[in-house]
């Protein structure tokens, strides 16, 4: 494959999915978007609005009608902005509820900072889009809450969830198949994307240098917290889970965070340019990336998702979002380093996706596929945690 079919093939895909989204998930009886699509193409629309999907479409249909100017997607952002704000908002306590009812008033009012981040990074696009400044005003906002109200200052670090009137939860999890534990890499990783493009529009903004100023502390904050924290010195894996006193309470390698991680730490310094911390990052960044493509890529070029060290037991499904944030950080690496093996891992990557992974039928990407290239049904089409954003993202990241 050469790099001109991939660029063609990969924008094609982009103005697929998203079209699927416009076709299939717009709610136009209750407004915003629908909650769910299940795997067998059955539409729920009664189905639970969750923070994070409105996030993620909002970021999507922003940075994409930023980059493409097509009319259609800016009106799909416009519309995402309008329901986030409108529904999503705690206008007396701050920062967004967790989840809907389908009418859209609140269901699940916990403000997991996990979804304020996605709040953060889905805003802070639209701004970029539309230079509306109420978008980036909200999404500052948020920021000082989570400054505020999650960053533990003593010993570094965010927990994780709180009520609707910011007070720290008992049950901290993300979803059922998470730890219940105070820090976790994940929600790390999202505010750290989520800064990057706050300080990103920030940067783009007169008079709002010392904002900048403050969210880049912040985001080079996370930066140093992943070096000193969340990476492993020795194995370049990313450690998942922690007590508020950085004990390590996880033995699992996810791939797919890893080589996401991997070109999120490089963006975000590039980000905040400063030139010691470029220098430190970016061996770090080619050390993850080659732990990926040695211990997760499969003949078929695919990227399996866990290893549990303890016993070395591996999951080889392969998941939609490990192979976006596997095209993506593969492409990276090869622009960082200029190493060939990553550019015929990106193209290899997508080569898999393209074949077995996307649903040529239905539209979208099946959530996971077995070694073998089953498709499991029973997983959503579209839903709390499957969005158009890192298959979306990744082919916007292409162009």
């Known amino acids: 494959m050469t790099d001109s079919d991939f660029f063609s093939e990969t924008n094609a895909e982009l103005h697929l999915l998203l079209q699927w989204w416009i076709d299939r998930m717009t709610d136009h009886r209750s407004g915003g978007f629908y909650g769910r699509m299940d795997g067998y193409g059955q539409l729920h629309p009664e189905a639970e609005k969750g923070a994070v999907l409105n996030a993620r479409i909002l970021w999507t249909f922003s940075a994409a009608a930023r980059k493409t100017h097509r009319p259609i997607y800016r009106e799909m952002a416009n519309r995402a902005y309008h329901y986030l704000t409108t529904h999503f908002l705690d206008t007396k306590n701050g920062g967004v ?8 008033k609140p269901l699940h009012t916990k403000k997991q900072v996990y979804a304020q981040a996605f709040a953060i990074y889905g805003l802070s696009e639209y701004y970029r889009l539309s230079g509306d400044p109420a978008s980036l005003e909200t999404a500052l906002a ?7 109200k999650a960053l533990d200052r003593q010993r570094n670090g965010y927990f994780e969830a709180y009520s609707r009137e910011w007070r720290l939860l008992d049950d901290l999890r993300l979803s059922d198949k998470d730890a219940n534990e105070a820090k976790t890499q994940n929600t790390h990783l999202h ?5 990057t493009n706050l300080l990103r529009a920030l940067q783009a903004s007169p008079g709002h240098t010392a904002n900048a100023e403050r969210v880049s502390m912040s985001l080079e904050n996370l930066v140093r917290l992943f070096l000193e924290k969340f990476i492993d010195p020795g194995t370049a894996h990313i450690h998942l889970f ?60 695919s990227v399996i ?37 990553f550019h015929e891992a990106a193209l290899h990557c997508w080569q898999f996706t393209r074949d077995t992974l996307r649903d040529s039928a239905g539209g979208e990407w099946f959530w996971r596929v077995s070694r073998d290239g089953e498709n499991y049904p029973e997983e959503d089409k579209a839903g709390f945690w ?7 993202r990744a082919m916007l990241f292409l162009r």
Do not use: M
């Open 97 to 104: 509820f967790w989840a809907l009812e389908y009418l859209g």
């Open 142 to 148: 948020i920021f000082e809450l989570l400054e505020n």
């Open 191 to 195: 505010l750290l994307e989520a800064y």
């Open 242 to 301: 922690f007590d508020e006193n950085w004990n390590l309470k996880s033995d699992i390698v996810s791939f797919g965070h890893d080589i996401e991680a991997s070109w999120l730490l490089w963006d975000a310094v590039q980000t905040i340019s400063g030139p010691k911390l470029l220098e430190t990052v970016k061996p770090v960044c080619f050390r993850i990336a080659e732990a990926t493509l040695r211990e997760a890529v499969e003949p078929d070029g």
């Open 305 to 341: 998702n866990e290893r549990h060290n303890a016993d070395g037991r591996l999951d080889t499904d392969r998941i939609w979002w490990v192979q976006a944030e596997a095209i993506v950080g593969f492409w990276n690496a090869w622009q960082l380093t200029g190493d060939e093996r």
């Open 386 to 392: 499957k969005c158009p954003y890192h298959n979306g």
